[in-house]
């Protein structure tokens, strides 16, 4: 039996359920889980923060529910839950749940900012390469299909729903895929291909795809592939068709993004950086210029971006360096490189106007921007620190790390962000033979 409210307690029962008991009287408390109650059987509970309560069962592992009853999360086996019936439940003084099982304890950091998301949640990430938004919809690439999950669609997996389910007609995956209202074109080892309605088009097959852009302004799009040519496609009439590669460019290419005047800037790590001014149809590159030392740059390879909204920003073996549109070339950027202690940067991408994720020489983290200038956080980017990524995609003010898995990070939830997480060593002491280390 757990406090309710102030003048109710919830009881667990383990056959009939949950009820409220108020002024001498039970009454039974409903709950999406009702049917599953009787086959799971509620031994014990926990209430989390006085919104949620967690209780552990005996066949089912543990429930977190809210106080209408509503089915927020199921923690059992799957999720890495030792198994075993569910015998004690302890909320610590840094709001993470420790709970004794008939085979192990666990502790289950509840407040942290991060969350998991693999073949539990219904993706198969052997092979994540793409993360993006479509209309109210999230969707993930990998090389084997192409995932999608609607906002409506609840982020707890229970039985067979799972938040990310596969798009029909992906299952040749992608390695990008742009989006247009309901329209998904997929780029990979097999072309470029429109997916609407579960209806699949083929619009181009020949070279390899890897990276694309929309273009602003037009419904068109280009994807570069491997063999180094640009792949323009077009929208007439609501039908997307293949048009023509755009000459002049034969580079492989590792990023590629539009300008607001229209030109295109195309990054790679071995052959340097580029910018492709277009025609007015967006149909034909009439100057290419390449950026070398003369420009600012001290090496054309070793070079990556650094995704900020307002600038286009580098990240070379000397740190930070920002386009300066008057003079066309690159020049240090003090303000960051200082926050980072002039140290190296491999990748980096904003996704508020106050964060920008950074992974570099002095791991990964924050720049935290602020009234009195930019910091870097290390905090609490040291639980993840182990971890490999190939990549960051921001959206939604939350931020997506790609690498053998998915990472995912919501600045906005509750963390301690002025000092590192600390290690407390918690140890079972036997004081005589007959006491009880559980």
């Known amino acids: 039996m757990l406090p309710f409210s102030e003048d109710e307690h919830l009881v667990f029962t383990s056959t009939d ?19 599953f109650w009787a086959s799971s059987q509620p031994f014990m509970g926990e209430s989390i ?10 066949l089912g592992g543990l429930i977190i529910i809210d106080q209408q009853g509503k089915l927020i999360q199921r923690i059992d086996k799957a999720m890495g839950l030792p198994e075993g019936d569910i015998w004690d439940l302890l909320l610590d003084r840094e709001g993470n749940l420790w709970v004794a099982t008939w085979s192990g304890i666990a502790q289950i950091m509840l407040h942290t900012p991060f969350t998991e998301i693999d073949e539990r949640h219904g993706l198969e990430t052997k092979g994540v390469n793409h993360i993006g938004r479509g209309k109210n919809t ?20 229970f039985g067979d729903n799972k938040p990310f389910r596969k798009v029909p007609n992906s299952e040749d995956g992608a390695s990008i895929f742009l989006v247009d209202g309901e329209d998904l ?25 890897w990276t694309g852009t929309m273009l602003e302004g037009s419904e068109k799009a280009v994807f570069s592939s491997y063999e180094g040519h640009l792949h323009l496609v077009e929208k007439k009439n609501g039908v997307w068709k293949s048009v023509k590669t755009l000459e002049g460019f034969s580079n492989q290419i590792d990023y590629i993004m539009e300008q607001e005047d229209g030109s295109l800037w195309v990054v790679d790590n071995n052959a340097g950086v580029f910018r492709l001014v277009l025609s007015k149809e967006k149909d034909e590159i009439l100057l290419i210029k390449q950026y070398d030392k003369d420009d600012g740059l001290p090496s054309t390879v070793g070079i990556g971006v650094l995704w900020l909204d307002e600038s286009f920003e580098l990240t070379t073996s000397q740190g930070i360096l920002s386009y300066q ?10 303000g960051l490189n200082k926050a980072l202690d002039y140290s190296e940067i491999n990748s980096g991408s904003e996704f ?22 930019t910091q870097f956080q290390n905090t609490p980017f040291q639980r993840i620190e182990e971890l490999s990524f190939r990549d960051v995609i921001p959206f939604n003010r939350e931020l997506w790390l790609r690498g053998d898995y998915i990472i995912h990070f919501d600045p906005d939830l509750p963390y301690p962000k002025d000092q590192i997480y600390h290690a407390f060593i918690r140890q079972a002491i036997e004081i005589s033979k007959d006491d009880s280390l559980l």
């Open 17 to 35: 359920g949950l009820f409220l008991y108020s002024d001498q009287r039970l009454q039974p408390f409903e709950t999406e889980l009702d049917e």
């Open 49 to 58: 923060y006085e919104k949620y309560f967690a209780i552990g069962t005996q």
């Open 138 to 157: 999230t969707y993930v690439a990998t090389n084997f299909a192409i995932y999608e999950k609607p906002d409506s669609r609840p982020w707890q997996s």
């Open 185 to 209: 074109i997929s780029a990979s080892t097999a072309g470029i291909t429109w997916i609407k309605e579960k209806r699949k088009t083929n619009l181009y097959s020949g070279e390899s795809l």
């Open 325 to 334: 549109k008057s003079s066309d070339r690159f020049e240090p950027n003090d």
């Open 352 to 373: 508020t106007e106050r964060y920008t994720f950074v992974s570099g020489e002095l791991g990964i983290g924050l720049l935290v921007a602020d009234e009195q200038g």
